[in-house]
Each structure stands twice: as C-alpha cells, then as structure tokens.
C-alpha cells in the first residue's frame, strides 16, 4: 500500500453493481488517479460505465473518517484505536454477558470484500456463538437465494455473462439494466446489433431505458410476476417441455403446475397482470419456441414478499423446458452489489453457514466447528436485516456493530430504524466516511478503508472471483475491516483471528470451501475453491478472474447443472410450487398509487462516494417522484415542483416528473438521497416493511402512497465555493459542483428584507463585500452573487417559480480566476450575453444607436440625408448632437459608392 | 395673383425654428414669414451649449440653420431685434429697433429664461445663468482667468455646466437645496453614485445648502449658505431653475398661468396665436426637454399649415446627463407610488445601478446608473406601453439577454 514514485498501473474491480467490471487504475505523480476499462477482465472486456469511469473523482480525503471517534454526550471525539476497540470488545462481551450472545448482531454489506465477510462471520457465528449477522444483501439479493436454495439445493448461478451472447431470447424481468448494470446491457444491446435475431423482452411495470434494445415490453402491474410466469409454466406444459428432463433430474413438477393453475388462463393472466393478451401470447410462443433462452432478474423480481417465489416461478419456466446449465440458457439472477455474492459464500446472512453449509444440517455444523477450532457453531437462524432493526428498538439486541452500509437510508420503514438504533446500547459503524444518517447515531466510529485502499477479494454475478486490489495508501488511521474485527475479536479472547493479511484469510477460506465437501459422510457442496488454496502471497496477489468452483488449481467452472445433476442430497432440482398472491399492501383509499423505488444511472446506493463526483452529479441532481400526468393532475401536483408522497410509515419530498415510462397508478422514486444530500428525500422511510416470508427480503417495489403538493412561495438555488447551513429553506437537496456545491431550494416563509436574508443565507457578514443583487419584490425575484478578488464566490438565485436559469453556465463562471467586467451583469442574468450583432461604437446617445447600424442602414435602405436615417433609426432624432457625425457617415457612404 | 398670408415667429430658437421647418416640409409656400430673435446668430442648438463650454465643439457646430437657409427659404430674419409688443387687435408686432410687422398668424416661442435666485448679490458682476451663447463666453473668459466657481443648482443644466468648467480649468463647486443630485431625475441610490463619481473627478458637492447671499463689493467674491458657511466664487453660474419667458404674451392679454396656456394644437386664447417650446404651458405641463417640444413642432405646424388633425400628447420624456464618462439615464415617472413596483439591480464595485419603475404590468420608468445601454429600449417599452409580464425577469438584464 505505497505510492509508487513511478505511475504503475493496478489491476483491481469496480466497487459498484454486481456486474464487477475489471479496472485499471493508474495513480500519477500528482496524485491523480486515472481509471480505465481493463481489457483483460472476463466480466466487461474493457468495459466501464459512467459511475466507473467516475472512479477517480471519488477519491480523495474530502469527507472521510480518518481517525476513530467516540460520541460522548452527543458529541463526537476523535480517540485511539486502543480506546475505540477496547470499548467495542468490552461493550460487546459485557451485553453477550448479560443477555447472551443473541442480545448483539452484526448488520455488514455487500461493500464488504470477501475476506471481510468471512471474518464478520466467524466472529459472530463461531465465537460469539450468535446468527445474528445479517447485511444489506438482505434488501437486495435474499430472495435469489432462497429461490436457488429452494431450487437447486444451492445457491447457485448456473450460468454466465456469455450465455448473454449466445442466447436467442433474454427475458430481462425486473431488471433496468440499462441503468443498473451498463456495462452487461452493453454487451447484450452489441449481440442485439451483431445478430438481430436475438430477441429481447423486457419485464418492467416502467418503460425504462433498457426497452431501448427490446423487441417486446411488457409493463406488468407491480407484484404479478408469479401470475407471468406461472402462466408461462403452463404454457410451457403444453408447448415445449422437455418430459425427459423433467424426469431425469427433477421432481414436483405435477405440485408445480397444480400451483401455477390458480393463475388461470392466458386471458386471465393478461387481466392480473394488466397486460395486452396478445403481448403476452406473443411472449409466451417467443419462450417455447426459442430453445437458447436466458432469464435475467434483479430487483424488480426480489424486493417483493413474493420474491422467492418470483425467482422460483421464473426457475420452474426452465426446468420444464430443460433449458439450464448449457451455453445461451438459463435463470439469471444478476446481483446489485459488487460482492453481495462473495458474502454469500462465506455465510454472511443471518440464514447461512460459511462455505454454503447449511444452519439446520448438524453434521455441517459440527464439521465447520471443527475446521475453525472454535467454541461453538450458531445453531438457529439469526434475525435477518428487517428483524433484525426490531429486535434493536425492542431491546432485545442491545449492541450492534454496522459496517459499510446506511440502513437509515437504506432499510425499509428507516425512521423505525432510527428510533431502533436511538435505543441501542452501543451501536458501532465502521465506515469511510464521516458524515452518514447512519454514523449521526452511532456511539463509535471506526475508519475503514475505502476502494483503492483495501485489498482483496470480490465475486460478481457469474460467480466471477476477482481481485480488489489497493493502489493508494490508508488515509489517516484506517485500518481494513477485516483487521478491525480480529483486533476486537482478539480484545474479546477469541482464537482463530491472527490473520496477518487478506491472503491467510483468503487462504483459509478456500480450504474450509474444500473442508469435508462431499466426504466424510458430509453433503456435496458446490462452492469449493479448494483449488485457490495453498497460493502463496504473491499468486494471490496476481490472481486472475476465476469463475468458481475451482476444486483443482487451474480449474474455471463457466456453467453448472450441464451434467443434469444439481446440489439436492438426490441430485434433482425441485419444481416449487408458486401460487399467485397480491403484495402485502394494497393501493387504495387513503393511500391510492404505488411507490416504485429504483436506482438511477449515476449514483450509487446513499450517494457516499457517487454523490462526491460532479460529473456523476449532473445526470439526475435531485430526488425526484416519477408519475403519470394524468396522475400529478389528479394529486394537484405539477412537474417541477415539489410534492409530498406519504405513506402509512412516512413520508418524503421530492420534484414532480413525468417521462419515467411509468403507467397509471404506480409511481417512481430514486433509492438515493439522505439526511446528508437532501432534507426530506429519504425514500426508505416511506417504504412498507413487509418482507417476503421465505427470503425476508423487503418489498422495495410496493408501497402505497398518497402524493399531494409540498406548498411553497418560493424556488432557488445557491452555487458556493463552501458548505452552507441551510436553516432558512423548508427544502433543500445538496449536489456536488466540481469547485463548488450547489444548493436547491424552495421555501415556505417569505422572505421581507431580501439583503440581509440573503447575507445571511450565504453566510457573508462583511458589509464592504463585493455584491451584485437584483430585487423584484413583488414579484419575488431575488439574485445575488458574492465575489471575493473578482472570483465568484456564491450565488443565489430566488423565484416564485421553478423557471430559474439553467445552473451549467454559472457552475462554469466557478472555474474563471477572475471574472471579466463584462460577466457581472451577465452572472445576474445567469446566463452568457448573447453576441448578437456588434452595433458599433455608439453614435445617437440619446436613442442608443450604433455607428454599425447607421451604417448598414444607409446602405441598405439607400438614405441620402441625415431626415432619412432619423427616420428609419431614430438616431438624431432627440437632441440632434449627433448630426454632423451622421453626416459624415452619408458623405462617406457616397463616397464608398463611388 | 393671391397674397400670402403673414406668419410671425417671435424667437429665433430650437422650438420656433423646427416648427417653421416642419411647417416649410407641409406648405413650403403658404406663409411669407418673418422671424424675430434676441440672440443676434442664426438658429443653434441651445442643448449643446454643454459640450461648447466642455471644450468638445465649437459654436460653428452647434449652428442648426444658417442665413443662407432663412435667404433660401425666403424668410426675414430679425437677429438681435428682439420684439417688445404684440398688437393684437391690429395683428401687428413691435421690435425693439421699432420695426413692426403685421401677421396673420402668429407664433410665439421665447423659450424660457433662467431663475436668478433673489438672493442678494445676485445681480453682482460675475453672477450669471446658463441658456445662450453669450453666458457660454462669459464662462470661458472666466475660466480662462482661472479661480474658483460655484454653480448653484444641482440639476442637469448645472452639473453640465459645473462639468464644463471643471473641464476649463476651474475649480467648482456645485451647490445644491436638495439631498440629492439630479431629484427631478434619480432617485437616491443612483444620486448617491453620481455624487460619488463627479468627486472623484474633482468636482466639490455641496448638498442641503440654501444660498442666502452672494457676496463681493465690484464683483462675486463668495456664496452664503443658511448655517453661515461660506465657498470662494470668482464665477457664480445659476443653475437653479428656468422661467417661461411670458412677458411679452401676458402683456398683450394672452391667457397665461405659469406659462401660455395652449391647448392640444398649440392654439392659444387668441385663434390667430400659437406658442410652443418652454414658454408655454400643455394641461398643467411646462416644458423644458427637448423631445416634447419637437412633437409641439409638429403638431403646431400641421395646425398653422391648415391640414390640423393632429393632436399634442404628453409622452414620457427621458434623460441622459451629457457628461462624458458619466453614463445615467432617465426616464418616465422614476417616484412611483401606490400600486408601482420596483424592479433594482445593484452592483456597488461595478458602479451599476438600475431601478426599473412597473404598474400593471407596464414599464413606467426606469432609472440607470453606469450602464444605459438598454435606455433606449426601456424608453422605448415605456412609451409604447409594453406589457411586460412575460419578460419581467429578464428586464433588468436588457434586450440582449
């Protein structure tokens, strides 16, 4: 972890969608770090996509934790290592003493690297002898799970990015690819182009950007996928299964279709789902003719109480058909986080054991017990994330340990999150960054290291081991969380975590995968990288991409269940039976429409590192609420301005838009925005808590709201060099300027003496400071810019209504050292003077009229006296000062003529 | 052959002349006409007597109509034969020379004269106003002199003249009875501007001075405030005012209040009599810019040439103060009131200040300090009574943006 002298580059992954894309990163002499698409890596051959082209301008020591702090009646200090860990070690052995190891949980990330993971893990489920680990996987990834679990014994994805290429049909079912997961997109809109007859079909109760490549889009009525798709089961019955298949290696296909028979006809499918029949007929001949058929879902199919068996009736669609585990075909479930997958393999939810063993399997568990030489193995299911947040405001689990992740952002219900951690013992957040809602609520803050800093490993969505590694040295004090924990681990006496470096881990991680898999009486498990193990540091270091299991060292696993045989004790997949059921809360009454919440293109997760880059910034600056006109109409909403949306746990603020692709009924709201970067725009605490009964994912996709507008009397926006208190503005949303940070506005309470409001507003107390202002009381029109040495230092800008001018030619006057005289005015403005025509120096003061425009005048109009050029351009007209000079330009036009 | 009638014009100045102009491009042949003047030149244009006295032109350029024009025209010039009695009863005028001209028409235009604050001193040698050719000599003699002068008026006519001399050499103050420059015209932010930057040219502002006494035994010496401060003057220039010059009309019974009563042709009581320009008085108006009196020009000429179907209408007037590097501009009603909005603009470092006047939805005036460029256009929105709600937030920020 050296700044190398001379510009190297580092082979590493991007930290974003589950994609994991392979980066190079090359830190110049300056500091600056250049990052480019790594031509080499399996997952995206070159490929990046804005957020990780962005990479390198979210680097740097602007707003992170660099030392850990202690919040001692409310308020923040900066404390040794010693002090912190030893309060964490002491905090958590003291509740463990008291109320039993159930009474403390870890809540980890997706973020995490595998290494991390695996020793959150052992931690909690060896030594303190608790499940109750769970992560932000939870609100993304459970369901997929439980549906591979449910399905294949284990979960497993069976293909890869290739079977992309090599499909004639992909079925995108939840899944806004275009945004979420670029680079694939990418790769799946250039098969589209190379060979046209690769049909596409998206699943999407909105029309998003990725039904640019579809042939068909099918916009579902939100929660009927299982209708979809279990009318496609039977469909598939009828048209295109594969009996011999379906005989061979599965069973409960008879339970299956006896289940998805509830969903009814193709008319009454269309019906459930609010879809055109003919689409959906069209669709459902599209699936059983086409042989090579991959089925991506993400989100849209997981966040649901259903999402299990969402995933379940997709997966029962390509058992009945055969269609898995060979090239061009099969579920796909693609993952949102970089390494929601690797956490899955070292059991980093409340449900699993490391290694893909199983919690309820006696034997696995005393063979993981033996293999790590610990104390004890949890014996039962820890609380999953939703849960988990309950039992906290309960008082049930009094300490928790949260690492790289927001859940006051990010859970469901997260003002019950809030009021759970505001009841916490002792709530400890291992971050990179200081300021979150989350760490605003934690006792103790340890800094972690960041992307570019820690070193290890990640695992994308096709099962894809890749190397993170560091090419910039720890800012501060921080201190990998892998580290972190076998520093507490070892305060609290647990053996099993001298771990001197990412690689031991690593190390002992691929053994375990190998650690009885298949002998000694023991289940086959498919996760075995027994391969990977016994590497020394430097093969570890220069690991290569390897899609798992490797059971042998050089071994590369592209596609599982090609052999017909899948991770059940009898080596069948299982059909799961899927009945239809409607989400756990309906629109109606109070509450008429659907909250959708989604990512959008440039940002990631609560906008911690995304949200530092003004390039990522400018695509979608603020929260915004996505309906149907006819919708905004009926709530009395207008696009542009700010309206409620409140549902029976919440409520939020955000801008009113349409374009959205979205249908009557359902509304959209990005996932993004904080405490932090907006003052009302925490779209989880509008979100419903109910979670899926097998998965205990939370149904994201499906909250009923009201929307009403969000009266103001004013609109505005601040650009300024520094960071403001904002208290004068009913709403605010903060967005990250390359020199500057901007500020949108609007307000309730009217302001009277605008010069002081705004003073105080830009917090300038200098009463000789260089300020331009304009003022229309009456009709609420204020501006005002502070410059300090002819620099802009802020601006202001105040309106009754939203039509204030666009912010990009003034974010660009913050790049001029020094501002021309001329640019005063226009700053006011907002915008560069138009060039217009030059009329020349002036001749005619009295009327304003230009040499140029006498001019030109006289020649095209042929004046021959100064009567004349009075009358067509007024100039002489008043005073008659300028007549000689008018003269003199008709004498010299003759004589020009001549 | 049929005589012509007999137009008398009784001032030779900028409204009497451009009314015989315009009335020359209607009916170049209905009138024998007789011009009388008491400046003994051809006709010129008073407005620019500032920049004579700056130094920027000379009298030759500020001629408007030589004698070769009247010669051509066929008009009698009377120069310096300045007319003391109109006969009415008999059609007849009287000049000082003892001249008498009879007309059928006739048109009075003697302008106005400045007010000599009665103050006394005030007819002390080296007190005087500043309207015609000669005050402008007797300042640049002055000036070449040297010494000190004060011009009391803090006015346009005064600050232009206080600019001239300043310019020649001298020192000067200006003394002023209000608060602020330029009242008639700006309001107090954009005076305070003005004040600022005629100092920092040198000129010494004095405001909230009443002159009581001019003092000096052969000539001015100094000026007496109320408070009992004194300035040195070797050279006092009054600028405080002017006075429609009615002597003559009320002498011959012609109706008159501040000024000649005339209606909306330019007629007054007497049918055969018209008046323009600063000696007469429109509704309750007197006048002392020139755009006003061209439209009475017009409008008196159309009436005197028998095709009388237009009307005269007070417009809004504007300003601009004709000191180089002073950029102000001024125009329509810049008090506002009781259902008016202000629209303002201010640039302290960059020395711009804009206050734009609004009722209904309508410009109504506009005052600007540093950068006029966009007057015109104001002026312009202000007279053709403009709605302007839909531009209203780009207003201040002129045509161009």
């Known amino acids: 972890m050296k700044l190398s002298a001379i510009p190297t580059t580092v082979k590493t992954t991007c930290p ?88 403390v949980a870890l809540y980890v990330s997706g973020q995490l ?83 046209p007859e690769l049909k596409i079909v998206v699943v999407d109760p909105r029309r998003t950007a990725t039904c640019d490549i579809a042939d068909l889009h099918l916009p579902v009525k939100p929660g009927t996928d ?46 459930a789902c609010r879809l055109d029949p003919r689409d959906l007929e069209r669709f459902y001949d599209l699936f059983s003719n086409t042989e090579r058929v991959v089925t991506a879902f993400t989100m849209g199919v997981n966040q649901s109480t259903a999402g299990a068996d969402k995933v379940n009736a997709i997966i029962n669609c390509h058992l009945i058909t055969g269609r898995i585990g060979r090239p061009g075909m099969g579920p ?54 939703v849960d988990l947040f309950r039992a906290i405001e309960d008082g049930k689990v009094k300490a928790v340990w949260i690492m790289a992740t927001n859940p006051l952002v990010s859970l469901p219900d997260a003002d019950q999150a809030r009021r759970a951690l505001e009841k916490c013992e002792l709530v400890v957040a291992s971050d990179i960054v200081l300021g979150t809602d989350t760490n605003e609520a934690a006792h103790v803050l340890l800094p972690a290291l960041g992307w570019g800093e820690k070193d290890g490993t990640v695992t994308n969505s096709e099962r894809c081991i890749s190397r993170q590694r560091a090419f910039l040295s720890a800012p501060g004090s921080a201190r990998a969380d892998w580290d972190i924990m076998c520093d507490v681990a070892r305060r609290m006496g647990f053996k099993g975590f001298d771990f001197q470096s990412a690689h031991e881990i690593f190390d002992e991680h691929a053994r375990l995968s190998a650690w009885k898999n298949g002998t000694d009486g023991q289940r086959r498990r498919l996760f075995d990288i027994g391969g990977l193990s016994g590497m020394t540091r430097a093969d570890y270091d220069a690991l290569d991409p390897v899609q798992w299991p490797v059971r042998t060292p050089g071994e590369r696993t592209e596609r599982l269940f090609g052999d017909g045989r899948f991770a059940h004790g009898d080596g069948r997949a299982r059909f799961v039976p899927t009945v239809p059921r409607a989400p756990a809360h309906l629109p109606g009454g109070e509450y008429p429409l659907v909250l959708n919440t989604g990512r959008v293109r440039d940002q990631w997760h609560t906008m911690t590192r995304t949200g530092r880059s003004q390039k990522l910034a400018e695509h979608i600056p603020e929260p915004y609420i996505d309906m149907h006109p006819q919708d905004a109409l009926l709530c009395g909403v207008k696009a542009g301005e700010l309206a409620r949306v409140t549902s029976d746990w919440g409520a939020v603020v955000a801008r009113v838009q349409h374009g959205g692709g979205i249908a009557r009924g359902s509304v959209f709201m990005p996932i993004h925005w904080s405490g932090q970067t907006a003052s009302d725009a925490r779209v989880g605490t509008v979100v419903n808590p109910a979670v899926d009964p097998v998965s205990g994912e939370p149904e994201f996709k499906h909250t009923p709201v009201r929307i009403e507008p969000f009266g103001v009397t004013w609109f505005g ?88 001018p666009a912010r990009t030619w003034l974010a660009s006057m913050f790049d001029k050292e020094q501002l021309e005289p001329a640019d005063r005015l226009s700053l006011l403005a907002g915008r560069a003077k138009e060039p217009g025509i030059d009329p020349g120096p002036t001749v005619c003061s009295c009327f304003g009229v230009g040499r140029k425009t006498i001019e030109i005048a006289i020649r095209e109009n042929n004046l021959c006296d100064a009567a004349a050029v009075t009358a067509c351009t007024k100039a002489g007209g008043n005073c008659g000062s300028c007549i000689p000079e008018i003269r003199s330009l008709l004498a010299e036009a003759q004589v020009a003529e001549a | 052959m049929k005589t012509h009638p007999r137009l008398v014009v009784i001032g030779n100045g900028m409204a009497g002349m451009r009314t015989v102009e315009e009335l020359l491009k209607l009916a170049p042949d209905m009138y024998r006409i007789t011009v009388f003047g008491a400046e003994p030149h051809g006709n010129y244009n008073r407005i620019l007597l500032s920049p004579v006295l700056a130094g920027e032109k000379t009298v030759d350029d500020i001629m408007l109509n030589t004698r070769e024009w009247y010669d051509a025209n066929g008009i009698t010039l009377h120069a310096g034969d300045p007319v003391v009695r109109i006969d009415r009863k008999k059609r007849v005028v009287h000049a000082a020379s003892g001249l008498a001209v009879p007309y059928d028409r006739l048109l009075i235009a003697t302008g106005s004269k400045p007010f000599i604050v009665p103050v006394p001193g005030h007819q002390l040698p080296g007190v005087i106003g500043f309207r015609d050719i000669s005050d402008v000599d007797t300042m640049l003699e002055a000036a070449r002199a040297g010494g000190k002068a004060v011009v009391i008026g803090g006015g346009l006519l005064g600050l232009e003249a206080a600019n001239g001399l300043l310019r020649q050499g001298m020192e000067v103050a200006v003394v002023h009875v209000m608060g602020s420059l330029m009242n008639q015209q700006l309001d107090p ?10 100092e920092q040219r040198g000129l010494r502002i004095l405001l909230n001075r009443q002159t009581v006494a001019i003092e000096g035994e052969d000539r001015v010496r100094t000026v007496r405030f109320e408070d009992g401060e004194t300035v040195d003057a070797d050279l006092v220039v009054m600028a405080a005012g002017v006075r429609p010059n009615v002597e003559l009309a009320k002498a011959a019974g012609l109706h008159c209040e501040r000024a000649i009563v005339v209606d909306d042709t330019l007629q007054t009581y007497d049918p055969r ?129």
């Not at chain 1, 089961?233 to 295109?240: E, I, P, S």
């Not at chain 1, 410059?787 to 230092?793: A, K, P, Y």
């Not at chain 2, 540093?370 to 920020?397: K, N």
């Open chain 1, 16 to 103: 974003y969608c589950g994609v994991g894309c392979g980066v190079n990163a090359q830190v110049g002499q300056d500091g600056a770090v250049a990052i480019a698409g790594d031509a080499a890596h399996p997952a995206s051959q070159g490929r990046l996509c804005v957020k990780g082209s962005a990479l390198g301008e979210t680097l740097g020591n602007r707003g992170r934790l660099l030392a850990p702090m202690l919040r001692e009646e409310g308020t923040l200090r900066e404390a040794s290592w010693d002090e912190a860990l030893d309060k964490v070690a002491a905090g958590f052995a003291r509740v463990i003493a008291e109320h039993g190891p159930e009474a």
């Open chain 1, 113 to 195: 690297l595998t290494e991390d993971y695996y020793v959150a893990n052992k931690f909690m489920k060896g030594y303190v002898g608790s499940a109750n680990i769970d992560t932000n996987s939870r609100l993304c990834m459970s369901s997929a799970v439980a549906g591979h679990k449910r399905a294949f014994g284990e979960d497993i994805v069976p293909g890869c990015y290739e079977d992309f290429e090599q499909a004639d049909l992909i079925v995108l079912v939840g899944s806004n690819a275009a945004w979420c997961h670029p680079t694939l997109y990418q790769r799946i809109a250039r098969a589209k182009q190379e060979r």
């Open chain 1, 226 to 271: 299982v209708w979809l798709f279990d009318g496609l089961l039977g469909h598939l019955a009828a048209h295109a299964a594969d009996d011999s298949f379906i005989e061979g290696h599965t069973t409960g296909v008879a339970d299956a279709l006896d289940a998805a028979g509830k969903a009814g006809s193709l008319a009454e499918v269309a019906k």
């Open chain 1, 332 to 385: 796909f479930s693609l993952t949102g986080q970089p390494n929601a997958m690797g956490g899955r393999e070292v059991g980093g939810l409340a449900n699993m054991l490391a290694a893909h063993m199983d919690l309820d399997d006696a034997a696995q568990r005393a063979a993981l017990q033996e293999f790590w030489g610990s104390p004890h193995v949890a014996a039962k299911p820890g609380l999953k994330a």
């Open chain 1, 717 to 804: 926006f601040i650009l300024s060099r520094t960071e403001l208190p904002l208290r004068e503005a009913a709403n605010w949303t903060r967005v990250q300027g390359k020199d500057f940070v901007r500020y949108e506005l609007a307000g309730r309470k009217p302001f009277a003496a605008a010069h002081d409001w705004a003073r105080r507003l830009l917090d300038v107390h200098d009463d000789d400071a260089d300020w331009i202002e304009v003022e229309d009381k009456n009709g609420g029109m204020y501006r005002a810019v502070h410059l300090v040495d002819g620099r802009i230092e802020a601006c202001l800008f105040v309106a009754q209504r939203t039509d204030l």
């Open chain 2, 189 to 198: 932010p954009a005076a305070e501007l003005l004040r600022a930057s005629l």
């Open chain 2, 273 to 401: 009599v018209y008046a323009v320009g600063e000696c007469v008085q429109h509704r309750r108006a007197t006048f002392g810019l020139v755009a006003p009196i061209w439209d009475q020009a017009r409008v008196a000429a159309a009436h005197l040439a028998g095709s009388g179907h237009r009307r005269y209408v007070q417009q809004a007037t504007a300003t601009k103060l004709k000191v180089t590097g002073v950029d102000l501009y001024s125009a329509g009603d810049i008090v506002g009131g009781e259902g008016s909005e202000d629209l303002v603009l201010r640039d302290r470092r960059g020395g711009i200040y804009k206050r734009l006047v609004v009722a209904g939805n309508r410009l109504t005036g506009a005052v600007l300090y540093g950068d006029v460029a966009d007057g015109p256009w104001y002026f312009d929105l202000i007279q053709q009574r403009t709605d302007i709600s839909s531009i209203r937030d780009q207003l201040l920020f002129g045509r161009a943006a």
